[in-house]
């Protein structure tokens, strides 16, 4: 059993920065890929960083490829979401997600554990 928590959601204005954590519980994290997901109002869940459970392979949708940076530091159970350059289409509310043994790549089924998600709102 994996338990996952978001944190580093806020109000930023659009060219700013935020930093999502997902931190999780558990003494095998590391053997789990994560992904991170938003929603936007009125709008399905899509696929935004992912990074694998071994050798940090990282996938990127490509409406934040070179903007969004996903890493993981499994001493501390955690993985981040560096996000620079934020749009006002960037508001959403982001969820991690962990699949064990996992690639990180894109489809949501293949994540077992989901966080609660944290709101990221980006202003123009």
């Known amino acids: 059993q994996v338990q996952l928590v978001e944190s580093g959601g806020g109000l930023v204005q659009a060219g700013g920065s935020l930093r999502l954590s997902c931190a999780a519980s558990?003494?095998?994290?590391?053997?789990?890929?994560v992904g991170w997901f938003r929603q936007a109002p009125g709008k399905e869940r899509e696929f935004v960083a992912g990074i694998s459970w071994s050798f940090g392979i990282t996938y990127y949708a490509d409406a934040v490829k070179g903007r969004f940076t996903i890493s993981r530091d499994n001493a501390k159970n955690t993985v981040y979401l560096q996000m620079n350059s934020l749009k006002p289409e960037d508001t959403a509310v982001y969820y991690c997600a962990a699949d064990l043994y996992g690639v990180g790549s894109p489809p949501p089924d293949q994540y077992d554990y989901w966080g609660q998600g944290t709101q990221v709102t980006v202003s123009s």
């Open positions: 558990g003494r095998i994290f590391s053997s789990y890929a």
